[in-house]
């Protein structure tokens, strides 16, 4: 079979003019980047299409091709006659060179030109990675030329959009010499990867440029001898940290392999970050098409999680449907299954696995008042045994589960998954939410481990403490929360696979995103800056002299 790349690359694409043709959009609106990618200008949005999201279980060593869905669904909406568009996430080159190898879906569900997306793109993840840094230069000048804003300790942190584990500890030290009015310092810094930045959450929340400079401007940089935040906009940085990302902030209009159109924009993690496209793309996509199937990171207790309880309310809108994402393998690998032996029949494996599906759906039912379908990626090694015990057990948890074939044949792979989703897009249901906005931090993080994880609660770290104290004692209220975890489990501890219970997730740190507009809560062991696996995919992506691009995936 051909790989990933070679199936991407003997796509005959569509110009980008015509695809944007199909949603309506004129030419004066595109800024075209070659002939199969634009940026799209529209003067207004108006956000009317229903809304898709897809979610997943959480992650295994398997896969779960929750992309690969999201694509193959569109192009099953498609195909049964309905005006659609995917609105996604662009890839970040730090998993793609190391665990991932691409994330531009799979097999005969992916967007093009795969290798340009997977790759610099449009280039908004390096321009988003120059705001940031900028910002951080801004900083260190600032106090190296006197610190009139008296800074004392520095929260904001640099960026880089790989995974390089030797950046989680350095040290900065400037040595003012004999420069009048400047002084010296050193402190204990880290990185964090582009995609978990700050400067990334405020592109995909931003609703336009202005919006976009107001959140840069309030930025929190870092406190100073009184204990009061100093901002971005103090430091004067937001004029030219817009600057970086004017061409940044307008979402991509790129295509399927069969030609239906996809915004993609934005990258953050979920499992780090928000975890979601950018609200531009989505009201772009919402505001053009019938149907909009939109993705959210990792398993829904993470990107579905901030999907909804964040992005939906400050984007003020929310999914007609939720699709949740699970194969045999993977479900078996979360019951205890040897990776080694998935494509044997296992139900024993199966039945202790399949909990974890059972969690997220309840959750999107009865936390979020939300319609769910299944969509169970098929695999040619899946017994009819197994088969009808995913389908009993969805079946017993009211909700419909939908084998599909997308990866081998594309959106018609997808058909019978886009007609049950069609049909419980009909259903309604108004969004509700897992905590309240005004609740104090402490208890709407309680109330993510309880409802949406199934634990006992939270506990806090002294730092974590002392954290929440200073936030608070601030006036900071009602804002979303985002919690930072290991995406393999409901837990945040990585080995407690399936649906662990009376466990404690440990909240270490906790901080305020000022131009984000949200907390973000850091449990476990979790790293801002991810590093390279023993093997990375690195090793296996190459260039030949003819410019042809191997290794993709």
Known sequence: MLSDIEIAESCKMRPIREIAAKLGIKDEALELY???KAKIN???VKPKSKLILVTAINPTASGEGKTTVSIGLADGLSKIGKKVCLALREPSLGPVFGVKGGAAGGGYAQIVPMADINLHFTGDLHA???ANNLLCAMIDNHIFRGNTLDIRDVYFKRCLDMNDRALRNVR?????????????YSREENFEITAASEVMAVLCLATDLADLKARLANIVVGVNSKGEFVRAGQLKAEGAMATLLKDAIKPNLVQTLEGTPAVVHG????????GCNSIRATYTAMSLADYTVTEAGFG???????FLDTKCRIAGIEPDCVVIVATVKALKLHGGADKATLSQENLTALKAGLPNLMKHVENIQKVYNKPVVVAMNRFATDTKAEIAEVLDSCGKAGVRAVFCDVFLKGGEGGVALAEEVVSECAKGGKLHYAYNLNDPIKVKINDIVTKIYGG????????????????????IKGLPVIIAKTQYSLSDNAKLLARPEDFEITVRDVAYKGGANFIVAVAGEIMLMPGLPAAPCAEHIDVTADGVITGLS
Request: net charge negative; with cysteine; glycine share 12%.
């Open 34 to 36: 070659g002939n199969y």
């Open 42 to 44: 529209l003067p207004e």
């Open 128 to 130: 988003i990675t120059a």
């Open 172 to 184: 900065i030290d400037s040595e003012a010499g004999t420069m009048r009015g400047c002084q010296s």
């Open 267 to 274: 990258g953050p993690f979920a499992n780090i970050a928000h």
């Open 300 to 306: 829904a207790d993470l990107g579905a999680e901030k």
């Open 456 to 475: 006992k609660g939270a506990v806090f770290t002294p730092e974590a403490e002392r954290k929440i104290q200073e936030i608070e004692s601030m006036g």
